[in-house]
Every structure is written in C-alpha cells, then in structure tokens.
C-alpha cells in the first residue's frame, strides 16, 4: 500500500487481522483518530492508519490494557510535547512484559520436564 492509497473497512479488516467491529470500536473510544471517509461517507483506511493499527495490536498482544492504550492514543495526539510521558508508559510497559515472558519460560520449562518424564514412562510400556 503506497502513501495515497485507501483501504476501505473490509479491506484494512483483511490486512490487519482485526474485525470491522473493532476498527469502529477503536475509532469510537479513541484510539484511532477519526478515519476519513469517501464520497459514500464510508470509511477510507490509509497506510499510516494501518502502521498505528499494527502498533496498537502489538500493544493489545503483549497485554496492554485498553485503558493504557487510550492514554498512549491521546498522547500522541497532543504531540511532541508528550514524548517523555509516552516513553515512560512504553517502558513500564515493556517491564510488566518482559515479567511475562519470565513468568512463562518458567512454565515452559515445567512443562518441558513433564513431558520428559511422561516419554520416558511411556518409553517403558508404562501408561
């Protein structure tokens, strides 16, 4: 998608993974700017629409409360201004994720060690 291209809300649902119902919901609670609409006053996606979407689903993905992701949303719309309050929002972020990641490579290591000891039990006819 080039600079001037436009996605209709069908289009950016298939390009983004997102349903049209959350493209409206996140336009309606503020976390996409209004998005243009055509002639047809149906809603016209642009490429930077979709690089904030992107952004927004990796925000959603690591756990991101929608709550957290309003308050990035307005700040960046304030501007410049803002870049010390988002950074320390994307950083806290980023610890409570890196948490995450601890927290279930330490599950995966558990269940790593169950399931040697169930392949080893079965490797002898136990079931």
Known sequence: MNQTSVLSIAETAEATGLTAHTLRYYERIGLLDPVGRGPDRRRRFRSADLAWLAFLTRLRTTGMSIRDMQRFAELR????????ERLELLERHRDAVRRRIAELSDCL?????????????SAHGTH
């Open 77 to 84: 719309r304030q501007g410049d201004a803002t870049a010390r």
């Open 109 to 121: 290591t558990s269940l790593d060690a169950k399931i040697d000891h169930y392949r080893e039990l």
